[in-house]
């Protein structure tokens, strides 16, 4: 069993501790069960082969894509910024070609039949209502540059022409490319979810690109900096979400069947003082 540790912004699935009997459930979420042992102790517990088996009953499922001619980043990105309004985050509708999903989707696969990268089930931001937030998680960014090119110069390309033409964090596509920190494959079934969050520190940008999934819900929401109305994304295999990593978001609850989405982050850190822990990095 994998232990769930709450903390004021964000709680993530701990190294496997067993649960002392009798322990009372207090409330269910998923595959996710709250406890109360005799201690008086209270505390999340995942039942670890359940979204295991899900995760590599989905990867099983996805078909080989043909090979197909990348679209133009410049064409693309020209476009979103023409609605682009200050304060909010940037869409860029089409841009991962269906060879740049496959490449995603078979460095996932590759990470869990080689165990080259972390796996795990985790929550992100604080839970809205009762409802408990999590997702799947499996962090690909040992091998992401080399498995996924298409993928990986695609996504390069457009987010260093985006943030030239809007933030900027970066000095251009070279900045931006010695920035690359983290990509994370996130599958997200049986009404998972993100709660609020940003990505606000050392990462100065991130982007969210939906990779596959035939599902309803889970639409991509965000705060716009200037306080007005949160504004809900709807998007589809192949878009991606350019934001500011202090640009507060989530994911609401997959209503049904499976929403898989790939997360890449810019930090302003040098590899030489990336100081995080080797679970972490990878």
């Known amino acids: 069993m994998l232990l ?35 201690d008086g102790t209270r505390a999340w517990v995942e039942r670890e082969d359940d979204w295991k088996e899900g995760l590599e009953t989905y990867l099983e ?9 990348p679209p133009d980043p410049a064409a693309i990105v020209q476009r979103a910024l023409k609605e682009w309004r200050e304060g909010h985050a940037v869409v860029l509708r089409g841009l991962l070609s269906q060879q740049a999903l496959t490449e995603v989707h078979a460095c996932a696969k590759d990470c869990v039949s080689e165990a080259w990268g972390t796996i795990r089930r985790r929550s992100v931001g604080l839970p809205d209502g009762t409802a408990f937030p999590q997702q799947t ?21 457009a987010v260093a022409l985006v943030d030239w033409g809007t933030w900027p964090r970066f000095s251009g596509e070279a ?38 999934g035939d599902f309803d819900g889970g639409a991509f929401s965000y705060r716009p ?8 994304v709807v998007l589809e295999a ?5 934001c500011p990593s202090e640009l507060e978001h989530r994911v609401g609850p997959v209503t049904r ?19 995080r822990s080797a679970f972490d990095r990878y």
């Open 257 to 275: 069947g499976a929403r898989v989405s790939l997360n890449v982050d810019f930090w302003d850190v040098d590899a030489s003082d990336d100081r």
């Open 175 to 212: 900045a931006l490319q010695k920035a690359f920190k983290q990509a994370d494959y996130l599958l997200y079934q049986d009404s998972d979810s993100v709660g609020w969050h940003d990505h606000f520190g050392e990462s100065l940008l991130f982007c969210v690109a939906v990779v596959g």
């Open 61 to 69: 499922t996805i078909p080989a894509c043909k090979h197909t001619p």
């Open 4 to 38: 769930l540790q709450q903390t004021n912004k964000y709680s993530v699935l701990d190294k496997p501790h067993p649960v002392e009997e009798p322990a009372r459930v207090l409330l269910t979420q998923g595959t996710a069960v709250f406890v109360e042992r005799k």
């Open 137 to 157: 998680h499996l962090r690909l960014s040992k091998h992401f540059q080399e498995k996924c090119p298409q993928a990986w110069h695609t996504l390069l390309k």
């Open 238 to 242: 192949g878009d991606v979400i350019v």
């Open 225 to 232: 900096l200037d306080g007005s109305a949160a504004v809900e």
